[in-house]
């Protein structure tokens, strides 16, 4: 697999492919900005490598979609060999759309995967321990890396619509700053693999939201469906999480040059990237993994 492979949205992707499967492992998209920190390993997944068939083919990360769970417990190894990592060093959000970040410790590891969680409701991820490879997943929804090399923090977020809105960016930010003394513009973020605007079509009313949220979007953050639509239909409009989520992370003190975004799109890349929308919900779940060096 090369990133030749990935259709892009505008311009060249920030991010590259690693492909471990000779070693054991699966193909993971990492950006450069991150890896230059030289204090994690993180990278997200795409379709390929896994054990998963159907249409959880291959490399499903979701023990809630119908898939088998050996299946899934066989990617979850191959993803720690990737990432250098244990299968019990994984700790796992619980997410639900919220803003909700949770410091996680030592004493999560393996929640999710080995064992039950217990907390609910969170979408973020943080930690300054070492080895704990913080986890999230996705099929269109944005992921959002953190990492503060001066600190020796990182975070991990999962940031639909309604987090974006509820600005889980930003909080993610402030809870790295609460916890470990992390400042905004130490900090280097990702915006990775998600839908993109021409793929993300929503109601009016969800488009006039977002335009009263974010102001200075314009029409580079929502636009009208291009398609022609009959007068009895609803208007529809295109929008853009990536630009919401880059607005969200800059207005939250991230520096632009600390800041990349993955340009590829789950739903135009269905083939290799699960996509909600383009799979009409028949699919299984990409991760996002962070971890800091010892």
């Known amino acids: 697999m090369d990133i030749n492979d990935f259709k892009t949205a505008n311009g060249q992707p920030a991010v590259y492919v690693e492909d471990c499967r000779p070693e054991g492992g699966v193909p993971l998209l990492k950006f450069p900005l991150l890896q230059k920190t030289g204090v994690v390993e993180h990278g997200f ?17 979701s023990y809630i979609r119908g898939d088998q769970k050996s299946a899934v417990d066989e990617n979850f190894r191959r993803v720690a060999v990737s990432i ?51 986890s999230a997943f996705f099929a269109d929804c944005v992921p959002l890396f953190f990492v503060d090399p001066i600190h020796r ?12 809105i509820a600005r889980i960016g930003q909080a993610t930010v402030q809870a790295m700053g609460q916890a470990f003394g992390s400042r905004p513009e130490d900090i280097y973020c990702a915006i990775g693999p998600s839908i993109c605007q021409s793929c993300y079509e929503v109601s009016e009313e969800l488009a006039l939201r977002f335009q009263e949220e974010f102001p200075a979007g314009g029409q580079e953050l929502c636009r009208p469906q291009q398609k022609q639509q009959a007068q009895q239909q609803a208007a529809k409009y295109q929008l853009n999480l990536w630009k919401a989520n880059e607005i969200v992370l800059k207005e939250a003190g991230i520096q632009p040059s600390h800041l990349a975004v993955a340009n590829i ?20 779940n990409l991760g996002a993994f962070i971890k800091l060096q010892y």
Do not use: M
């Not at 789950?266 to 909600?276: A, G, I």
């Open 45 to 61: 997944t795409t379709r390929v490598g896994g054990a998963s068939s159907g249409i959880f083919s291959t490399l499903n990360l």
């Open 153 to 164: 923090a990182a975070g991990l977020s999962h940031s639909g619509w309604r987090g974006t």
């Open 265 to 284: 799109c789950t739903s135009c890349n269905s083939d290799l990237l699960f996509s909600h929308r383009a799979s009409h919900g028949k699919r299984g």
């Open 84 to 134: 250098g990592a244990q299968v019990s060093d994984f700790v796992l959000t619980d997410q639900t759309h919220t803003a909700v970040i949770r410091i996680a410790t030592k004493a999560d590891r393996g929640k999710g995967v080995l064992k039950e969680r217990d907390y609910h409701d969170v979408d973020g991820l943080i930690t300054d321990e070492p080895g704990l490879v913080l």
